[in-house]
């Protein structure tokens, strides 16, 4: 074959033809066994060193994951007590928090350097050495960074350096130990988010238990630590450190029960400068008003027009955001004056504070009120007479509300002066306020938006709210349900009004919702016999002699439902349900006679994924 251009030679190249696979066969050279030998003891080896260096690796690993068992073991016996002196007396704590330094170090270092974060990745035990290297980084962090800061806070900031003197609070303490607290926190959360992402199911028994004991510790850590920012930031801005703060302070009548406490009986304006409180004008909270503020549709169906016309009567709601920023608008109208926050408090409060000062005397002057000369009444409140006196006494002493609203305004001025005074025992006070905000009896809000977004989720926000995390630093939710009643009759009967809650059934689902039942019981404790002694103020328009005429509200868990309502005898009972944001709210009511008690229980159903402790937000009453 040959094509025109390509030459000759393309046609006279002879094609090879391929030979049979018989003839490609070559014999292999024959190896001599001396030869074999070498190579066996080279593979041999090699396979020996591989193993040598394997069970070396292996043995480093293992004396390290000892060592830092070890010294982890030692350090958990040291750190329950360690944190309650921390609390107690962080001097003396010096010693002790050193030695758990060591242990944390030498657990740290164990589990240190490249070849542990090689063995990570290792098949069957890899998880292990992870979950053991976090713990220890985790244990020597809190040692190392967390627990001294937080012991130069406590050394700086006790209840002693915050206790007033002369009418001032120093406010400097804080201030010198923020940077301390916000890193303090910043580390506890850093660490749980260190351990949350250590998987818990390839691990061996023991390590997934720490792995989850430590995260507990950690969680409820966060809780001191979190609380210990939100003070150091907010105290002193409240307090006026960047110029004169004005403030509201509600005190709530709780004889005359309202769904947020009580009937605003006085309202005084505070002001803060610097640490410094003084006491400004008082008004009686029924003379705010009226007013036509705009309220939401969802309000006025449940709690009606009156919460946007009276400021005494802005606690209708539950929330006091809500209640604050009504009041606040209110007295601005009516004053001219604008509010930088509000304080709800009530005699019950009082009475907490005055066992704490000792005894309290003022001398009471009607004068002013009566527009005509009175005799000086001289008045002594104690831990044990405050709340009686002021939502009960005081309206057979005195038969005009407009001179009992000024007893009230004067002896809470006299209580608050003898506390700025100082020489209290701080430690009790802080206590009492940690115990009242629980209770929902010191409610705090902020005009000042990154203020109020710190309060917000604490005990002292006051805020109406279908679920709620139930510690600062917990990852479940908890269905919340709220109780609240609200006396419609101008009477003061209300003091003698008790309630018992009580949550049973409980039973959580698949989905992490949570069905339950709240039996709620209200008693009028007021002693038949007694009805006829009562002013006629007390008993106010009372359909009949110490009748108590109460509604009573209940919220669901947010997205949940109130599955039926049943009286005392097991029938189902009629209410009203009405939406509310997030919650369903059922309003009810009943008239309670002198001695007699009325019971309703609620079966509920929470939303999903609120798996968390049921949670109860209810009226504080003068009894419960």
């Known amino acids: 074959m040959s094509h025109d251009g390509w030459g000759s030679s393309w046609s006279n190249v002879d094609t090879p033809v391929r030979p049979a696979r018989a003839q490609l066969h070559r014999p292999a050279p024959s190896i001599p066994e001396s030869v074999r030998r070498r190579h066996r003891r080279a593979i041999w080896g090699l396979v020996g060193g591989v193993l040598a260096i394997f069970m070396a690796v292996a043995g480093l690993l293992a004396y390290g994951a000892w060592r830092a068992q070890g010294a982890l073991l030692e350090a958990q016996k040291l750190l329950p007590g360690l944190e309650a002196q921390l609390r107690t007396d962080p001097e003396g704590a010096d010693e002790q928090l050193a030695t758990l330094q060591a242990h944390t170090r030498t657990a740290r270092s164990a589990t240190a350097g490249p070849l542990w974060s090689v063995a990570g990745h290792l098949p069957f035990f890899g998880d292990d050495l992870v979950a053991l290297r976090t713990i220890s980084e985790t244990v020597d962090r809190l040692a190392l960074d967390v627990l001294p800061r937080m012991a130069s806070a406590v050394q700086a900031v006790t209840p002693a350096t915050l206790a007033p003197v002369d009418g001032r609070i120093d406010l400097a303490p804080i201030q010198d130990v923020k940077a301390d607290v916000v890193a303090a926190d910043y580390a506890v959360g850093s660490s749980i988010e260190a351990l949350s992402r250590v998987n818990r199911a390839g691990l061996i028994a023991p390590l997934a238990q720490a792995a989850n004991s430590l995260q507990t510790q950690l969680v409820q850590a966060r809780g001191t630590t979190a609380t210990a920012v939100r003070a150091v930031e907010l105290i002193p801005g409240l307090l006026g450190v960047d110029g004169p703060r004005s403030w509201l302070l509600l005190a709530q009548n709780v004889a005359e029960p309202r769904p947020g406490g009580g009937h605003i009986g006085t309202v005084v304006e505070i002001t803060a400068d610097n640490g410094a409180i003084e006491f400004g004008e008082t008004i009686d909270g029924m003379e705010v008003g009226p007013f036509d503020l705009p309220i939401y549709q969802q309000e006025s169906e449940i709690f009606g027009r009156p919460l946007g016309a009276l400021l005494a009567n802005a606690t209708l709601t539950p929330d006091f955001p809500r209640s604050a920023t009504l009041a606040t608008q209110m007295w601005g109208q009516a004053q001219g004056s604008e509010m930088q926050g509000a304080v709800a408090l009530d005699p019950v409060v009082l009475q907490s504070i005055v066992e704490v000062t000792g005894p309290v005397t003022f001398d009471f002057d009607a004068s002013e009120v009566l527009g005509v000369p009175t005799p000086v009444e001289s008045i002594t409140l104690t831990g044990s007479n405050t709340a009686s006196f002021l939502l009960s006494e005081v309206y057979s002493r005195f038969a005009r509300p407009r001179v009992q609203d000024e007893v009230f305004a004067q002896a809470a001025r006299a209580v608050f002066e003898r506390l700025m005074d100082g020489n209290v025992d701080a430690s009790r006070l802080v206590d009492v306020f940690i115990d009242a905000a ?96 009562l002013p006629s103020y007390v008993l106010g328009g009372s359909p009949a002699e110490g009748t108590i005429g109460v509604n009573v509200y209940f919220s669901s868990p947010t997205g949940g439902a109130i599955r039926s309502v049943h009286d005392s005898t097991g029938g189902e009972i009629s209410v009203a349900q009405n939406p509310y944001n997030d919650m369903i709210v059922a309003a009810s009511y009943a008239y309670i006679q002198p001695g007699e008690t009325v019971s309703a229980s609620f079966e509920v159903a929470s939303g999903r994924n609120q798996p968390g402790p049921i949670l109860v937000r209810q009226t504080p009453l003068a009894r419960s």
Do not use: C, H
Request: hydrophobic share 40%; net charge negative; proline share 3%.
């Open 438 to 533: 629980a209770e929902g009896r010191v409610m705090v809000w902020s005009a000042v938006p990154q203020e109020q977004a710190l309060i917000e989720g604490t005990i002292i926000s006051g805020q109406w709210r279908g679920s709620a995390y139930a510690t600062v630093g917990s990852t479940e939710l908890s269905p919340v349900v709220g109780v609240f009643v609200n006396t419609f009759y101008a009477t003061k009967l209300g003091y003698y009004l008790d309630k018992q809650i009580e949550v049973t059934d409980v039973e959580t689902r698949a989905d992490g919702s949570q069905t339950f039942t709240v039996n709620v019981s209200l008693t009028n404790t007021l002693d038949p016999a007694a009805v006829s002694s």
